[in-house]
């Protein structure tokens, strides 16, 4: 059965009942008369050891509330209680005062108390040996250290012990904390890089089906075959784009696709967008009315899957944002170097109003990947055009 809130450990309560206990303990004495005097005197009434016991109970009830004044009064009794003779009771109880303002008492108290105790316990040996004239006299200090130096002793051990539990605690609430931020930090990182992807793979096929939907119905007197060409292209990158996020649903719905625990997270660009498969976006944006001239230096070779990922992306966004504000043509040059690929877009820029309104996400975007990469990236005008330049590092050359 659970015991009331207001005895609960820590509690005032729970003071009050130990000091209750205490004074309980000591009444018993008293009333078995079990009064050991150190100096007997049969003319003092045994009722005057009683102010003495209540007075150091009390003490034990205070000693969470006020560890200084439980030790002052509780002291103070056992002055008196010694002037009158000493009595077991009150010596007894004393001992659990000493024990409280070590545990509760703050740490300058537990220490001037061990040195004082140590210091009573060798004043007692001498005294001793000196009263009564031979070594049988040192029981007087074993008497100050059962009474005074082990309850200190005790105390001490068991507020160091508390102490280091609670900087243990505090230890594993940091790490506690310290792991919940992390936390938070890599879901924020997930979260900026699902709106990175989802941004180049939607984004970029939706822009070419607005500006075709755009030249259909704001251009009057259009042929057959140019609405049928218009439709073609939107047709293609609409079916591209909800293929591409088809495939990103499936991975974030299935998390086994991402190679099992630990492996590193796989998204469906990886296996479909390849800076190899430039020649059909090319194409892809061709058709969608952006002349398109690539030159290519170099070798090209195997890519780290992410420089690969990256690579096709960079190019993809830049020309999508080319076709979108440029007058209709840029130039791709894809340099292949022993430790890196360089990419660079450059389109004319369209004066005055014109094209599709964009937030900036896509020249976003295409600097974090280059710079989660340890890459380089510049994008600004440049002799009258617009230029974008990408410098991958593939981890190989010196």
Not at 1 to 11: E, K, N
Not at 244 to 258: A, K, N
Not at 332 to 355: D, F, K, M, Q, S
Not at 359 to 381: D, K, V
Request: with cysteine; aromatic share 4%.
């Amino acid at each position: 059965m659970r015991s009331p809130p207001w005895l609960d450990s820590g509690t005032l309560g729970r003071d009050l009942l130990l000091a209750g206990a205490s004074l309980a303990g000591g009444l018993v004495l008293f009333a078995l008369g079990w009064q050991p005097q150190v100096r007997p005197n049969a003319q003092l009434p045994s009722a005057l050891f009683l102010p003495p016991l209540v007075a150091v109970c009390v003490a034990v009830g205070l000693r969470r509330v006020a560890p200084r004044a439980s030790l002052a009064v509780g002291t103070g009794a056992l002055v008196v209680d010694t002037a009158l003779g000493s009595s077991l009771g009150t010596v007894l109880v004393y001992t659990q005062v000493l024990y409280d303002a070590c545990v509760y008492g703050p740490p300058r108290l537990w220490r001037w108390l061990l040195r004082i105790t140590v210091a009573l316990s060798v004043v007692g040996v001498v005294v001793g040996v000196l009263s009564y004239g031979q070594w049988r006299g040192a029981a007087l200090g074993v008497l100050v250290v059962l009474a005074g130096l082990l309850p200190v002793l005790t105390g001490v051990s068991v507020r160091q012990y508390r102490d280091q539990a609670a900087a243990e605690r505090a230890r594993a609430e940091q790490t506690a904390r310290l792991v919940e931020l992390d936390r938070r930090q890599a879901v924020s990182a997930e979260r900026a890089r699902m709106a990175r992807e989802l941004h180049d793979v939607v984004a970029n096929h939706l822009s070419a089906v607005a500006i075709h939907a755009t030249a259909v119905l704001s251009v009057p007197g259009l042929d057959r075959g140019q609405v049928d060409s218009a439709l073609r292209v939107i047709r293609e990158s609409s079916v591209q784009g909800l293929a591409e996020m088809r495939q990103m649903i499936e991975v974030l719905r299935d998390p086994g696709t991402s190679g099992g625990p630990g492996a590193a997270p796989v998204t469906p660009e990886v296996v479909t967008a390849r800076l190899a498969e430039a020649d059909a976006l090319v194409e892809r944006v061709r058709a969608a009315g952006l002349a398109v001239r690539v030159r290519t230096d170099g070798t090209p070779g195997a890519l780290p899957v992410g420089v690969d990922l990256a690579a096709y992306r960079i190019v993809q966004e830049s020309l999508t944002n080319a076709l979108k504000h440029g007058t209709g043509e840029a130039e791709l040059t894809i340099a292949y170097r022993p430790a890196e690929v360089v990419l660079t877009v450059e389109n004319p820029v369209r004066r005055g109003a014109g094209g599709l309104p964009g937030a900036g996400a896509g020249l976003i975007g295409m600097r974090e990947r280059a710079t989660l990469l340890a890459g380089r990236f510049t994008a600004g005008p440049r002799d009258g055009r617009w230029q974008v330049r990408a410098a991958l590092p593939t981890g190989e050359g010196g």
